[in-house]
């Protein structure tokens, strides 16, 4: 669980998120592929369409103001978690990628936002990040576990 503090601050920052959210995640996949090209992968669908993230820059965005907004009451989160995990096994995510992309959705912030992202907003939105991604990659352990489950099974009784 985050602190008190943080929780004041991302709240505080909704407002400013939901202006420049898109904006944001659209700077963050952009310094992100630079970095790590391979982590594309999964997003071909999207970036066929538009080279800029297109479609999921704007859910990116639309779920950080989400969070920001429900930060202390994640519970009414928890249908757009389970789904958003589930697209993310599907494409094979794996919890090493969220250091770098919490790394690069920082740098956005400041990029975009500039005297705006203070150290407090910055040290808040990381404090934010890091739990945010945890519950994102326990969420998707338990589903990689379930699919390793049934797919034992399976083989198992030849069905
Ligand atoms: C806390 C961090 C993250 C949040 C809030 C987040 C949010 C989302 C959302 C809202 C979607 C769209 C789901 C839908 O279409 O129903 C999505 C899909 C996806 N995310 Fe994430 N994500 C996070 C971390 C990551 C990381 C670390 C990666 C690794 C590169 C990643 C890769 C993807 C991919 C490949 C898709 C599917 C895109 C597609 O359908 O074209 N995400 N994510």
Known sequence: ???QRTIEIVKATAPIIKEKGEEITTRMYQIAFAE??????GFE??????????????????SVY???????????LATAVEKIA???VETRI??????LIGEKLLQAMKDV??????DEVISAWAEAYAALANIFIQKEKAIY???????????????
């Open 1 to 3: 669980m985050v602190s």
């Open 36 to 41: 790590r090209p391979d982590y594309k992968r």
């Open 45 to 62: 669908t999207t970036w066929m369409q538009r080279l800029d993230g297109g479609d999921q820059a704007h859910k990116l965005a639309a």
């Open 66 to 76: 989400a969070y920001a907004t429900h930060i202390d009451r994640l519970d009414e």
């Open 86 to 88: 589930h697209r993310h």
């Open 94 to 99: 794996l919890p090493e990628q969220y250091e």
């Open 113 to 118: 936002l500039q005297d705006a992202a203070t």
């Open 145 to 159: 576990k379930q699919e390793d489950q049934e797919l034992t099974e399976r083989l198992a009784y030849g069905r």
